[in-house]
């Protein structure tokens, strides 16, 4: 999972935007990661001044995060 973290910042837009963008104040950005036949991953970040910012990774089929679970 972290050469997949680490990879992000080559290209962090070529990524989706996240379901729960239009909740966050800023752009919220996902990225898959499957570790062989395992369930998958979702890591959501964001991009501020070219600096990818991991806020968490969880697994996919997790509920959605909620912006008042950052505001601290």
């Given at each position: 999972?972290?050469?997949k973290i680490y990879s992000l910042d080559s290209f962090p837009d070529s990524?989706?935007?996240?379901?729960?963008?239009p909740n966050f104040p800023?752009?919220?950005?996902?990225?898959?990661?499957?570790?062989?036949s395992r369930p998958g991953y979702r890591i959501l970040f964001t991009v501020v001044?070219?600096?990818v910012n991991v806020?968490?990774?969880?697994?996919a089929e997790e509920?959605?995060?909620r912006f008042e679970d950052f505001e601290e």
């Open positions: 999972m972290f050469a990524n989706p935007i996240a379901y729960e963008d800023y752009e919220l950005r996902e990225a898959y990661f499957r570790p062989g001044e070219e600096a806020l968490t990774a969880k697994a509920d959605w995060i």
